[in-house]
């Protein structure tokens, strides 16, 4: 039996900074939460830092190369929004059984029009034929076809290609709605792809679940932020790719932070410190944050972190850089932790993780400070748990390296 409990710590349960000090956990799972440990329990002193749920990202696209490097930065979960169902079955049985790596979610392939998004982005890559649905009565199968292959919940593209510089033809409205109401017939959610605000319009009409971006065209009008919540929608930000895109993103700071920069390899260090410049409103997307997290609309946070070569990002770094966005855009400290935490586990139904609480599985970060009062301290990470296995030192770049680059 494997024992341990983290004491002299704050405590940040997902929600609210508890009244306890001790954390206690027995065989990857949490037992006890308060101010007292069981004789005979191994005690590793948290003085003077905080313990956090591990972080979930809500929207990354992700590879093992990308739960490795998450791990590192305290992201024990990560969401991913798109993927080739051959890659990532395997990938996901091997995160059961291997702790260096960050768990895993998925929809799977996404409907996207035939001849649309993201396909002018993935010219090249040898892709198989992507399933889809172009009339109403396709819709129950491309469901089906996307569950058999393991997803967890349905993903929808509605771009017409305006932030791409160009036009795209788009899945009909009546085929979203469709897809939507097939996912719901099998309980799982239906999220939906949107950077402008008539495709979040669109997404609303057709009943989802909630959008993987915030759109940055213009602020939320006051009437959508009102169906939104009426309907029980959230929102994942991706504050992170809209200041990227703006020409506006810490990525180039980040990646001269050593904190950041000694948990990535030159790869990574290389491609959070590029920028790129695409046709985006920041200051639209962060006046919409605090008018939907006012208006009562949940908030997730989410990077869309995704393999190389997207500049100004990284998987794990850019969730730190996300909390600091939805700060920013008016979130408090809790709040934004929350939406990285349990908010996120609820909605997509992940009731063992983005919580400390007895039960719980013991995805657990320890930082030094107060992140609850400086978001900016998530990255001073002391520890990372998953399932209660510590993640060693061996599995980031290395002490050397780290040395190296701070002389």
Known sequence: MDRFAITNTRVFTGTHVADASAVVVEDGTITAVGNEVPEGVEQLDGRGGTLL??????????????????????????????????????????????????????????????????????????????????????????????LSEGADYIKIMIEDGATFGTSLPQVPPEVVTAVVEAAHERGVLAVVHTFSSAATRAAVEAGADGVTHLHYDEVVSDDLISRMRDQGMFVITTLTVTASGASAGAGPRLAADLRVASRLNPAWRANLGREFAWNIQLANALRSVGLLHAGGVEILAGTDAPHLGVPGLAHGASLHDELRLLEAGGLTPLDALTAATRRTADRFGLTDRGRIEPGASADLVLVDGDPTVQLSSTLNTRAVWRRGHRLTPATGTGDQEAAALAG
């Open 53 to 146: 749920p591990g972080l979930i990202d809500a929207h990354t696209h992700t590879d093992e190369d990308g739960l490795r490097t998450a791990l590192r930065f305290g992201v024990t979960t990560e969401l991913d929004m798109m993927s080739v169902p051959d890659l990532m079955a395997p990938l996901r049985k091997k995160v059961q059984t291997e702790f260096d790596l960050a768990d895993v979610r998925t929809a799977s392939w996404g409907l996207a029009h035939p001849d649309g998004h993201p396909h002018q982005l993935r010219r090249g890559l040898n892709d198989p034929v992507w399933p889809t649905a172009t009339v109403p009565a396709e819709a129950a199968a491309f469901v089906e076809g996307r």
